[in-house]
């Protein structure tokens, strides 16, 4: 597994290079063009991406989510799901480096082949950054109105984090 | 929406500190974000420049509009409001790719690039597009064949059955690209 993700990026690099040649196009001054558009779009990201990290450290470090979490204990002890795990199912849409720095902790603590440990593995596995890739996509194209897709964006987060638990029950009992 | 979002998270954030008084770690936090900001996109910068250059190659030999072409089928119901050819669908197609690989930084440049092909054929360039946003569900709920980090730290904690949790995954991350892509259809569908 390891070797076959290994490979993919230098075979997709060659390819391109081979293609390109076959082509008979110039190589070096398409690379070049291109990265000078690769600066021009990560100065136009900039502002977004400060703009969504200011905004969620400054809550991630208030620990008002620990207050908040105390009204969703009942029902996470309802469905007899591990509380430990809650913090990371809250955070993993809106802080990646989060998730990801609680999921390390867990597996310190309870080991990656616990129930939490797997739990966290297939949360931090099953969605993406919602709040992070939108900063970054609709930033770089410097759209303001972004319409329906935090609430699009935040339901494919929630389908995951549910059916992680779900799938997680099932497999592993 | 994230309009409003933004501005809740720094209110909630700093009042809730002036409550539980912790409001020097709120102080340095301020000064400290855009510090981690600017780390996090000198971080990216390196990656972005050589993709970009590397992907430039592959649109101007024609490499792309190929991809594109190949997986026109599945992708024209994604977004039925890109036309056939359009740049934007060999990007879509190549970020879709690397992210299942589990390779996420090296999936963005072409993320972004299918942002800024969708951008050019957008009426109003402050108003996010439906193609867009399609495009958007389909990143976030990141549809992951091998989650490369999540395996790593197993490795690092351990584990005695690195990938069991694949399966899992792959079932939760369809689920999710599913209920997400279900939503923005239906929203599509309402708004017409």
Redesign the interface.
């Known amino acids: ?1 390891n070797i076959i ?1 290994s490979a ?2 230098p075979i ?2 060659i ?3 081979f ?2 040649y ?2 008979k ?1 110039n ?1 070096y001054d ?6 000078k ?3 021009v ?2 100065f136009n ?2 502002p977004s ?16 989510i620990e ?1 908040a979490l105390g009204f969703l204990k009942p029902l996470f002890n309802f469905l007899k799901i591990p509380l430990e795990i809650l913090p990371m199912a809250i955070l993993r ?1 809106i802080s990646g480096s989060s998730s ?1 720095a609680i ?2 902790n867990l ?2 603590s309870f ?3 616990s129930l939490i ?2 739990l966290a ?10 709040f992070y ?2 900063a ?3 930033g ?14 935040l ?6 984090i549910v ?2 638990f779900v ?2 029950k099932i ?1 592993f009992g | ?2 309009n409003i ?2 501005g809740v ?2 209110v ?3 009042v ?2 002036f409550v ?1 008084g ?1 409001i020097t ?2 102080n340095n ?2 000064i ?3 510090k ?3 780390d ?2 000198l971080e ?2 390196p990656i ?16 792309l509009k190929k991809l594109a072409n190949l997986f026109y089928p599945i992708l024209s119901k994604l977004f039925p409001s890109l036309p056939k050819g359009n740049p934007a669908l060999g990007y879509i197609a190549s970020n879709v790719a ?1 992210n299942m ?4 930084s ?1 999936a ?2 072409f ?2 690039k299918a ?2 092909e ?2 050019k054929i957008n009426p ?5 597009t439906e193609a ?2 399609t ?3 389909l ?4 549809i ?1 064949l ?6 790593s ?2 490795l ?6 690195l ?7 792959i ?3 369809t ?7 279900t ?2 259809y239906l ?1 599509r569908r309402k708004n017409r």
């Open positions: 597994m993700s993919i990026i997709i690099v390819f391109i290079i293609y390109g076959r082509k196009i190589i398409s690379f070049l063009k291109g990265a558009e690769g600066l779009s990560t990201i900039f991406l400060l703009a969504m990290v200011f905004a969620i450290n400054i809550f991630l470090k208030s620990n008002f207050f849409p990801l999921m390390n597996f310190a080991g990656p082949d440990g797997r593995s297939v949360i931090q596995g099953c969605t993406d950054t919602t890739v939108m970054l996509y609709f770089s194209v410097k759209i303001i109105k972004t319409r329906y897709a935090l609430k699009a964006g339901f494919a987060d929630l389908c995951g059916s992680a799938v997680v497999f | 929406m994230i979002l933004w998270l720094i909630i954030g700093i809730y500190s539980t912790n770690t709120i936090e301020i400290l974000s855009s981690s900001a600017l996090m996109i990216m910068l972005l420049v050589l993709w970009m250059g590397l992907m430039k190659i592959a649109e101007e030999s024609g490499l690397v690989m589990g390779l996420g090296a963005t440049p993320g972004l942002m800024e969708m951008q109003d360039k402050k108003c996010a867009m946003i495009f958007l569900v990143n976030t709920s990141g992951t091998i989650p490369t980090t999540v395996i730290l197993r690092l904690n351990g584990s005695a059955n990938t069991e949790i694949v399966l899992p995954s079932i939760a991350t689920i999710a690209s599913i209920g997400g892509l939503l923005d929203i």
